[in-house]
């Protein structure tokens, strides 16, 4: 099967500026998670969707960011005004079940750098 | 307070040697799963091993084991005949049972094999 499916890989932008990132995830995947990767740490969880609904964005500053999953498959997460601390790498994730048992499969993930 | 604990920031193994990474979890759900995921410099999250809180058995797969010690609330991975493409970083996670259950990420450690 096809994997998480990211895009861009890389993404240079200056403070300030608007930024998205998108992802497809894997067919028949309900769930999807947007998380962000600070370097050195571990990945934290922005956002999750349940088919196209929020389940949990409760570590999402919303004053910056912004996502949605159209249609329940893909989805775009956004940063506008990006901020010098939004340098990080933003993964997408999805998961057949959001229960215990099963696992996420990531997707290569979109390093963004704020200079 | 932390629900994944890894202590150890920095590993080193020879070639050819078993190595440990240590994770602690904290949970009072009883239906609870956790995970190991492998993080090389490309940046990529590589699932590679699975348990659950009911398991009787340590979860095996290939070369990996996870150690796991229930009334400890210890996930430990064991890697046997490390590989130099072992290098990477290590993450534990755990997905707790309920609702719409998420990865919550240790910070990693970073596994160095030397030849």
């Known amino acids: 099967e096809a994997g998480v499916a990211q895009s861009p890989r890389y993404k240079i932008i200056e403070k300030r500026q608007s930024v998205a990132f998108w992802c497809n995830p894997i067919s028949g995947h309900a769930t999807l998670y947007w998380y962000q990767q600070i370097l050195g740490q571990g990945p934290k969880l922005l956002i999750q969707?349940?088919?196209?609904?929020?389940?949990?964005d409760s570590q999402l500053p919303k004053d910056r960011f912004s996502a949605e999953r159209l249609k329940g498959v893909d989805s775009t997460l956004k940063i506008q005004p990006a901020k010098l601390e939004d340098s990080a790498v933003y993964l997408c994730?999805?998961?057949?079940?959001?229960?215990?048992?099963?696992?996420?499969?990531f997707g290569s993930g979109t390093r963004l750098t704020v200079v | 307070a932390q629900k994944i604990t890894q202590t150890q920031p920095g590993m080193f193994v020879q070639e050819k040697e078993a190595v440990t990474l240590d994770c602690t979890y904290d949970?009072?759900?009883?239906?609870?799963?956790l995970f190991w995921y492998k993080q090389p410099s490309s940046g990529e999250m590589i699932f590679l091993i699975y348990?659950?809180?009911?398991?009787?058995q340590n979860a095996t797969e290939g070369r990996y084991s996870l150690n796991f010690q229930k009334a400890r609330k210890s996930a430990n991975l064991v890697i046997s005949a490390s590989q130099l493409g072992d290098s990477a970083m290590y993450f534990c996670a755990m997905r707790e049972g309920g609702g719409y259950s998420t990865l919550t990420f240790g910070k990693g450690t970073m596994l160095l094999v030397s030849p």
């Open positions: 994730a999805s998961s057949l079940r959001p229960t215990p048992s099963y696992g996420y499969t």
């Open positions: 949970t009072s759900d009883p239906s609870y799963g």
């Open positions: 348990q659950g809180s009911y398991d009787q």
């Open positions: 969707f349940q088919n196209n609904g929020v389940v949990d």
